[in-house]
């Protein structure tokens, strides 16, 4: 390969252009006020320097008289993802971020938001001012969903096509680098949703350079797998790890969350992830990398020097779905898995993954491998996360469907046991509002789309009429997007906002739980409907008590004596009902948490 960067480089006699076109017998930069001819290299790549170019310039590629086409590795496309691309200087923003000392893998708090709700601007900018709010809930890291341009003007961003710019509509390459730099400045890492699984369905030009992008050896859902491991793979490959470089150079990002992991195909020697995780300890060696799979692989988890791909850090659902089928009831597709018993989520919790080799009987083949000896830090826990609300019909929250109490009994767990928890924008206080599933696709792309959403949730029982299908949102439709904004007078006095608050504190405080020490932990069931959990540090101990069903008396081998946690507690929008401490007898309130020590 050139080893000579891709895309449009300023210089300061002008600006380089490349672009990788192995088949072609011409190519063309577009420069909207003249046309000029590329030249080719040996391994395919065409360029052309522009003497006098500067950032700011519109330019576009001409295939063998086809196109223009925007730029694979556009830095910015101010008009979307049909529009030409343009020419971005990245050194030339002014940063004030040196004395961020990265993130610590150990200490992370996830605070998961899509940009587009969670303002009512939808910007970069507008999400600049809800920092400090963050830096008070007690999160450390702020995960932004996938920012890479996508068609049209509103979407998840895992339909994005453009993996370098940053879009238009949240303000673009300036827009995420002032976003990044006032949260180092707030003390506030930021990670960044990539997917490098598929490309989004409309704007995708890869295949009028080069159809070995991709590969038909692999399907996923989303169609013809990126070409990690076949012939000319090595040019699929280097897109992804120059992406992760120029995110982590260009917009000092601290990590990535890298999406749908499972669906990344590759029979070669060194693993796409493996090598993606070496070249981004190469360039920024603090970098936190987690991955979402459903496997329950240990393998992301192990350094290199044990043949593990060197994560930090796994999405492990089951912690989700069996609480989800505790207090929810949820239970058709994947929550077919869970029982939801108290004593299944103390194994959890115990274990890390619940899943360990056992057959899945959703999935009808085994899960899973046990990762019992991997610390806490590397298990990402959540109640809600996007998937978990927006993939629901009508994307409700937790706390929509679940009475107050079991929500704030839910929540104090997710956040007090050791593992590093994840919380979705708006879940700390308890937003009324959805997050459902929305697109700004083309109309004839688009009208597919919404059948196909509502085609989705045929197999449930209670979608199984046509007619209660065509009530779910359709996705294309401007309001679907509109009743998803954060409602933010909602956080001013919110009782659950002080519960949050509490526990992320004692979490970060207390001298027991700020040790995050799954190995000094023990959880178990001492009734079908209590969960209990155990902890400690030197002389130091805690118990949490989960109680899940009616009033629950738990006779202790210990004493305890202080009460530092209720989630009935009246400022935390419980009913007061007290706690008793009785030597070694105590008697939660029902369905509540408490902690004591």
Not at 304 to 330: L, N, P, Q
Not at 567 to 593: C, F, W
Request: charged letters at 25%; aromatic letters at 12%; a negative charge.
């Amino acid at each position: 390969m050139t080893g000579l960067p891709m895309g449009a480089n300023v210089a300061p006699d002008g600006v380089t252009f490349r672009v990788w076109a192995p088949a072609a017998r011409s190519v063309e930069l577009d420069l909207r006020s003249e046309v000029r001819w590329m030249e080719r290299s040996e391994e395919g790549s065409w360029s052309l320097k522009v003497e006098g170019a500067k950032a700011g310039v519109h330019y576009a590629f001409s295939v063998d008289g086809r196109g223009p086409f925007p730029d694979p590795y556009s830095r910015f496309q101010p008009d979307g993802v049909h529009g030409a691309s343009q020419v971005v200087d990245p050194s030339a923003f002014d940063w004030h971020d040196d004395g961020w000392p990265g993130l610590d893998a150990r200490e992370l708090v996830i605070y998961e938001c899509h940009i587009g709700c969670f303002t009512p601007a939808g910007t970069f900018d507008a999400a600049i001012e809800r920092l400090g709010y963050l830096k008070e809930l007690g999160v450390t890291a702020l995960e932004i969903m996938p920012v890479g341009e996508f068609s049209g003007s509103r979407n998840w961003g895992y339909d994005g096509v453009d993996w370098f710019a940053p879009s238009h509509s949240y303000g673009g390459p300036e827009g995420l680098r002032r976003l990044v730099d006032a949260a180092h400045r707030q003390g506030l890492g930021v990670l960044l949703d990539v997917v490098y699984n598929h490309f989004g369905p409309e704007g995708n030009y890869l295949r009028e350079f080069s159809p070995d992008y991709f590969t038909s050896r692999y399907q996923t859902p989303w169609g013809d797998a990126l070409n990690y491991d076949g012939p000319n793979s090595q040019w699929m490959r280097q897109m992804v790890l120059d992406n992760a470089v120029r995110w982590l150079r260009e917009y000092h990002v601290d990590g990535f969350r890298c999406d749908a992991t499972f669906a990344i195909m590759d029979a070669s020697p060194k693993h796409m992830l493996r090598d993606l995780a070496e070249t981004v300890r190469a360039e920024k060696p603090n970098a936190v990398l987690i991955a979402e799979t459903h496997e329950n692989d240990a393998r992301y988890l192990r350094g290199f020097d044990e043949d593990g791909f060197g994560f930090d850090a796994v999405w492990a659902d089951d912690f989700h779905h069996v609480i989800r089928r505790r207090i929810a009831g949820d239970s058709e597709g994947y929550y077919r898995d869970y029982t939801g018993t108290v004593e299944e989520l103390a194994r959890t919790a115990n274990q890390g993954f619940l899943y360990e080799g056992q057959v899945s009987p959703a999935m009808g083949h085994p899960r899973g491998k046990p990762a019992r000896d991997r610390p806490a830090y590397q298990f990402v826990y959540c109640i809600q996360n996007h998937d978990q609300v927006g993939n629901r019909p009508f994307g409700d929250r937790l706390n929509h469907g679940v009475e107050p109490d079991l929500y704030r009994l839910a929540s104090a767990v997710l956040l007090l046991l050791p593992y590093t928890p994840m919380l979705f924008m708006g879940q700390e206080f308890a937003a009324s509002t959805p997050f459902q599933y929305f697109t700004d696709h083309s109309p004839d792309l688009g009208k597919l789309v919404t059948e196909g959403r509502r085609e989705e949730f045929k197999a449930f029982s209670s979608f199984s009429d046509p007619s209660v299908r065509q009530t779910i949102p359709d996705p294309q439709a401007e309001e679907t997007f509109a009743r998803c904004k954060l409602p933010w007078p909602e956080a001013d006095g919110s009782p659950t906002l002080r519960l949050y608050r509490e526990c992320l504190r004692l979490r970060r405080e207390d001298p027991v739980l700020r040790q995050h020490d799954r190995f000094a932990m023990r959880a178990w069931a001492p009734t079908p409907n209590l969960l209990a959990v155990r902890f400690e540090a030197g002389n130091e101990r805690r118990l949490l008590l989960a109680n899940f069903g009616p009033e629950t008396a738990f006779e202790s081998e210990e004493s305890w004596s202080r009460l530092l946690l209720s989630t009935e507690a009246p400022e935390y929008g419980g009913s007061g009902q007290s706690v008793t401490l009785s030597e070694k007898t105590l008697n939660p309130p029902s369905r509540a948490l408490v902690l004591i020590g």
